[in-house]
């Protein structure tokens, strides 16, 4: 039976950027699946204060989340995925946070609607509270109590990113100053890595560069031309005189 990758949560932890940062530098050095659980087990066990180290146990859950993203994401993602790792690979330190936040966005499609209710919410107020964050999630999942913690979760990494900053009242957000995304190449990756979070559906490219998943970045503006040669694996079709469609290749 094939999984609706877009009603599964997925994310039932924390996911700091330092220790996805750590995770792909493993990867791209070469180390085997086993080395990088070892390494991750070894580096990140004070942080839980159980220590378990059992797929059950908090530190469990928290490396399978990071070797998803890196290392193990679903095999259609393959070409994605070793693309972002050649982005980690020469881009500025400062524009590492943009693929990782592309990848996990790719991977967890929970993420990118938990970012998309957060932008929204931004757009229209200026800021965020949890509980409308929560509320709209559980529309979206169902009403269930898991909804809300995971959404809990995802909201304290985004402040752990360092794109949403926690006001004087709790569960109470405001964005932090944008981040430019200027380069063409990380700019048509991260629309790539919108497509795959909406399960391939197709997008206007209007509206693909201004998802409100993507609420932490300012995109330089991309023609559909320069799209299609930058990301050999998308498609883009003419929709009428002002919009293009943007869909993944078929293979």
Known sequence: MTIDRATQIGIDRLVRLAWLERTSSLVLA??????????????????????????RGSLGKTITILMKVWLTAPREFNAFRIAGLELLKR???????????????AVYPFWASVAGQVGRLIKLQGSAVAAQVQRRMCEQY????TVSRRTRYVLRSFVDWGVLQETGAAGHYEPLPLIPVTERD???????????SRASKPMTLKHLTGSTSLFPFQLKQITAEELASAVSRLDVIRHNLDDELVIPKTR
Do not use: C, Y
């Open 30 to 55: 070469g180390n085997s699946p086993a080395d990088i659980k070892a390494i991750l087990q070894d580096g990140l066990g004070d942080t839980f204060q159980s220590g378990k180290t059992e797929k």
């Open 142 to 145: 169902g009403e269930r109590e």
């Open 186 to 196: 990380l700019t048509a990756w991260l629309i790539e890595a919108v497509v795959l």
């Open 91 to 105: 881009v500025p330190k400062q524009d590492r946070i943009v693929v990782h936040w592309g990848m996990v966005m």
